[in-house]
T-cell receptor
Framework: GENVEQHPSTLSVQEGDSAVIKCTYS??????FPWYKQELGKGPQLIID?????GEKKDQRIAVTLNKTAKHFSLHITETQPEDSAVYFC????????????FGPGTSLSVIP | EPEVTQTPSHQVTQMGQEVILRCVPI?????FYWYRQILGQKVEFLVS????????KSEIFDDQFSVERPDGSNFTLKIRSTKLEDSAMYFC????????????FGPGTRLLVL
């Protein structure tokens, strides 16, 4: 089955700087890659996603890139703000399932004011 | 904005006891899911449920687990005889349609088995 790895596990940046989180996946047939933000005491919330027929997608300060050949995808947050501090999970759809998401281990992002 | 709610937020139980975790999905959603997250580890899929039956389950979801939609609003996860390794955060999610793109997660129930 699909396996998703994520780096770094923790990341501290100064407010205003950019943050980059990188993930790899194992199953070349996976075709949907969501990113979730989990704030303290809350469940994961979808913040952006990308499909395998697209190389890049941007939504305001957040962008995702996908390299299908290398099976890498990344989350980029520009002009970070303290409220961006949270745990971020990358994920990939399980190709044998329409409903199952395989999560990465998470990155704890701290934005220092 | 409508949201998924879960009760209780925290539960402590003795090993071997039965626990029921409750979820109220978003009202017009038709697909329901349970995930769990052991402390410091990945969020893991447990089960999906549609049209009053399990659509899919993972290898984690063994005979100790069951799900039910007892009425029109609640969706429950029952662990029949809890083990220490069942200690985790359990997330419910719901979706208006099939597919991972539209899953909305609840805040979770933290279960501690002693």
């Amino acid at each position: 089955g699909e396996n998703v790895e994520q780096h770094p596990s923790t990341l501290s940046v100064q407010e205003g700087d950019s943050a980059v989180i990188k993930c790899t996946y194992s199953d070349s047939a996976s075709n949907y890659f969501p990113w979730y933000k989990q704030e303290l005491g809350k469940g994961p919330q979808l913040i952006i996603d990308i499909r395998s027929n697209v190389g890049e997608k941007k939504d305001q300060r957040i962008a995702v890139t996908l390299n299908k050949t290398a099976k890498h995808f990344s989350l980029h947050i520009t002009e970070t703000q303290p409220e961006d501090s949270a745990v971020y999970f990358c994920a990939a759809s399980e190709r044998t399932s329409y409903d199952k998401v395989i999560f990465g281990p998470g990155t704890s992002l701290s934005v220092i004011p | 904005e409508p949201e998924v709610t879960q009760t209780p937020s925290h539960q402590v139980t003795q090993m071997g006891q039965e626990v029921i975790l409750r979820c109220v999905p978003i009202s017009n959603h038709l697909y329901f899911y349970w995930y769990r997250q052991i402390l410091g580890q990945k969020v893991e899929f447990l089960v999906s449920f549609y049209n009053n039956e399990i659509s899919e389950k993972s290898e984690i979801f063994d005979d100790q687990f069951s799900v039910e939609r007892p009425d029109g609003s609640n969706f429950t996860l029952k662990i029949r005889s809890t083990k220490l390794e069942d200690s985790a955060m359990y997330f419910c999610a719901s979706s208006p349609s099939a597919g991972v793109e539209t899953q909305y997660f609840g805040p979770g129930t933290r279960l501690l088995v002693l």
